[in-house]
T-cell receptor, first 115, second 111 residues
Framework: NAGVTQTPKFRVLKTGQSMTLLCAQDMNHEYMYWYRQDPGMGLRLIHYSVGEGTTAKGEVPDGYNVSRLKKQNFLLGLESAAPSQTSVYFC??????????????FGSGTQLSVL | SQKIEQNSEALNIQEGKTATLTCNYTNYSPAYLQWYRQDPGRGPVFLLLIRENEKEKRKERLKVTFDTTLKQSLFHITASQPADSATYLCALDTGGFKTIFGAGTRLFVKA
């Protein structure tokens, strides 16, 4: 049981380049999330999905796009990378019980540097 | 806007003592609050969830309190061990499907 798997673990981009971060979960969770973590600022929600085929904006969505074509996968895209997007990116998933969110399961993160 | 505040300064304690971490929030009334542990280079790992109608929750050496009047949660680790050294994150729901996090407090337990 792998849980939440993120690829790649590290990536260096030049300004203006594009890339896609992949997230896969094998727990049959409905909800999936993308966060970024910066020093002193904590985790900030970029986009999230409440089910296959759905996506919604979080706190800091600008410069990112997402897709949830399959329930187990949630992709985060950077169309034109900027140095301000240098960060550690975490994918998470959760199930839903009694109309409230339960705990989040996180991947191990992707360290992205944009030069 | 809503804020979550955790001590930005690291907490240093001696092995065997009780570590107490604080989480304060403003401008919201969450239905529940969570605590996570994060080790360097790893993703956060869930520890405990406490709901607004619960004053206290325990799990082994961990204890969490939730005071909705003070808008504060306290996280205690009793009989602390060097292996407890990590960053601890407070998180709360914002309604709907979103969870927001504090910046975390680093804990160092000295042998």
């Amino acid at each position: 049981n792998a849980g939440v798997t993120q690829t790649p673990k590290f990536r260096v981009l030049k300004t203006g380049q594009s890339m896609t971060l992949l997230c896969a979960q094998d727990m049959n969770h409905e909800y999936m999330y993308w966060y970024r973590q910066d020093p002193g600022m904590g985790l900030r929600l970029i986009h999230y999905s409440v089910g296959e085929g759905t996506t919604a904006k979080g706190e800091v969505p600008d410069g990112y796009n997402v897709s949830r074509l399959k329930k187990q996968n949630f992709l985060l895209g950077l169309e034109s990378a900027a140095p301000s997007q240098t960060s550690v990116y975490f994918c998470a998933s959760s199930t839903r019980q009694f109309a409230t969110n339960e705990k989040l399961f996180f991947g191990s993160g992707t360290q992205l540097s944009v030069l | 806007s809503q804020k979550i505040e955790q001590n930005s300064e690291a907490l240093n304690i001696q092995e065997g003592k009780t570590a107490t971490l604080t989480c304060n929030y403003t401008n919201y009334s969450p239905a529940y609050l969570q605590w996570y542990r994060q080790d360097p280079g790893r993703g956060p790992v869930f520890l405990l969830l406490i709901r607004e109608n619960e004053k206290e929750k325990r799990k082994e050496r961990l204890k969490v309190t939730f005071d909705t009047t003070l808008k504060q949660s306290l996280f205690h680790i009793t009989a602390s061990q060097p292996a407890d050294s990590a960053t601890y994150l407070c998180a709360l729901d914002t309604g709907g499907f979103k969870t927001i996090f504090g910046a975390g407090t680093r804990l160092f337990v000295k042998a």
